[in-house]
């Protein structure tokens, strides 16, 4: 496990959000995905984490989803740094995300049961917090900077809003797709 791939996973679930406050919590792996995925774009050369292909979904890493699963169960997995509410998806109202999952979890990264995270919200514990803090405290002031930029402008949008500008923006990302022409 890459110690600076969970490092800038617990930042962006740290850093503050669109009401401000610090530690808002992001709901589905889609989101979390595409919002590393923009961090990396657009931070420039300040941020340097997870490697990300084109893939059916547009852009993906499968280094995300191993984090992920440390996170939620480091140290205790009764008390890790990351707890993972488990949501319900509502019939048709989230369709790019279930097929997301879907494709996901019949892809070679069997590392986690990955449906657990279709629209699970991610959020930090008490724990989590301390640890968050003190990393913060230790980041470069550009790199703090980026990560709250990309979480207050993306995380507003809907997950399709969201979806068709990382499409408009990267269409290299998207030459495998199998939605773009849905969205």
Known sequence: M??????????????RGSSGKLGEPITGVTRLNKLLFLLEKEAGDNYKGFEFTPYKMGPYSSQINPVLEFLTTFPDPKNPLVELKEGHVQSGTNVEQSQYIEDLASSEDKSVE?????TATFNLTEQGKRLAEEIWRAAPADVKQSVEKVKQKYTPLTLKDLLRYVYSAYPE???????????
Do not use: F, G, H
Request: aromatic fraction near 6%; avoid cysteine; proline fraction near 0%.
């Open 114 to 118: 990955l449906n657990k995270y279709n």
């Open 173 to 183: 990302m998207t030459v495998k797709s199998i939605i773009k022409d849905t969205l």
């Open 2 to 15: 890459n110690e600076q791939r969970a490092d800038i996973l617990i930042m962006l679930l740290y850093a």
